[in-house]
């Protein structure tokens, strides 16, 4: 079913909050409808901002990057994991400590810009180590990380996603770089602070005023698992990482309100819908099988997707899906799921 048949999904909130990569643009690029979408969210004077565990840029950058592909962005409606974690720093820290800081120079800029000292090196004792994603990180910065942290310096990941997008599929992110220390260590962070931590949707639904905030992301273990321990709906778009194999498989506290295939979901109420939907419906009936399930009947493919997700969630069965009937079979294709 959709959202609400016959009215905008938007129409029901006073703030939309975007994951940036795999939502607005991937790596530089507008991803397609993304500058429309927001443009109709500016001319319709709703309130928007964003939320990203990308901690190679500050707020400013990321701010100026949009305004570069036609979507006018202030810094203020930024939040970045980077930002988040030199503010958090700062009130752990006295002004001017030593922190060393594994990721790119906005990190660096960040931490500077709270008033701590950003290092280097292990023998210039930092109070803390602020470990996020920088593409030229390597084995010299994680050694020196490594070497703090054992010596007693508390450890602070920005974000811990495994991969981020590119265009040539999902590459390692912070969360994989953030992997060599925990196996290096055999521990966990002290802190992470980006999504799935709900801090960052929280300091953006305070913004709000009181009004509903919609949370649209295309990862279900930052964005949509944050939306959820931050108690906000949610809009999973199908454009960036997360697929329709992974949504059928989510555990509870990864499942979004609604889905739709890109940004259009959230003004056309046929291009969103629901989850999980009931297991007859929009003309779809799906049953159990052995090693998953069995799409038959005809209708729109997400009307299928609300099906599915109804059966496969109630069921804890595993992704494979198998067509019943011809149009289940080209239902299953737009969805990406071999029939």
């Known amino acids: 079913m959709t959202a609400d048949a016959g009215e905008r999904l938007v129409d029901g909130y006073t703030l939309v909050v975007f994951d940036l990569d795999g939502v607005i ?25 964003y939320a990203t565990n990308n901690a190679s840029r500050r707020s400013s950058e990321v701010a100026d990057l949009l305004t570069g592909m036609g979507v006018p962005a202030r810094a203020e409606e930024v939040l970045t994991s980077a930002a988040a ?25 960040e931490i500077r810009a709270v008033g701590l000292r950003p290092v280097s090196l292990a023998d210039e004792e930092p109070a803390a180590v602020a470990q996020g994603y920088g593409p ?19 450890w602070y990941a920005t974000n811990t996603d495994r991969t981020l997008p590119s265009e040539r599929g999902p590459l390692p ?31 953006a639904a305070r913004r709000a005023g009181g009004g509903r905030t919609l949370v649209v992301g295309d990862r279900l273990d930052t964005d949509i698992e944050g939306a959820c321990r931050a108690g906000l709906e949610s ?19 990864r499942r979004p309100t609604y889905v739709a295939m890109d940004l259009a979901g959230l003004f056309d109420p046929a291009a969103v819908v629901r989850l999980p ?63």
């Open 173 to 203: 992110g912070n969360g994989s770089l953030v992997a060599v220390l925990r196996t290096a260590l055999g521990r966990e962070p002290d802190l992470v602070v980006g999504k799935p931590e709900p801090a960052l949707f929280a300091t």
């Open 235 to 253: 809009l999973l778009v199908l454009t960036g990482v997360s697929d329709v194999p992974e949504l059928l498989a989510a555990p509870e506290s």
């Open 85 to 109: 974690t030199a503010e958090l720093l700062r009130d752990r820290l006295p002004a001017g400590a030593p922190v060393l800081v594994v990721g790119a120079e906005a990190l660096r800029a």
């Open 25 to 49: 643009y991937l790596i530089d690029r507008p991803i397609p409808g993304a500058v429309e979408a927001v443009g109709r969210l500016h001319a319709d004077g709703r309130a928007v901002a």
């Open 277 to 339: 939907g009931v297991p007859d419906d929009g003309g779809w009936s799906v049953t159990v099988t052995d090693g998953g399930l069995a799409l038959d009947g005809a209708g729109r493919p997400l009307d299928a997707l609300a099906a599915l997700c109804a059966v496969a969630w109630a069921a804890s069965t595993g992704p494979a899906v198998r067509a019943e009937s011809p149009e289940a079979g080209k239902a299953l294709a737009a969805l990406g799921l071999s029939a």
């Open 136 to 154: 030229q990180v390597g084995w010299v910065d994680l050694a020196e990380a490594s070497l703090a942290v054992r010596a007693g310096a508390p």
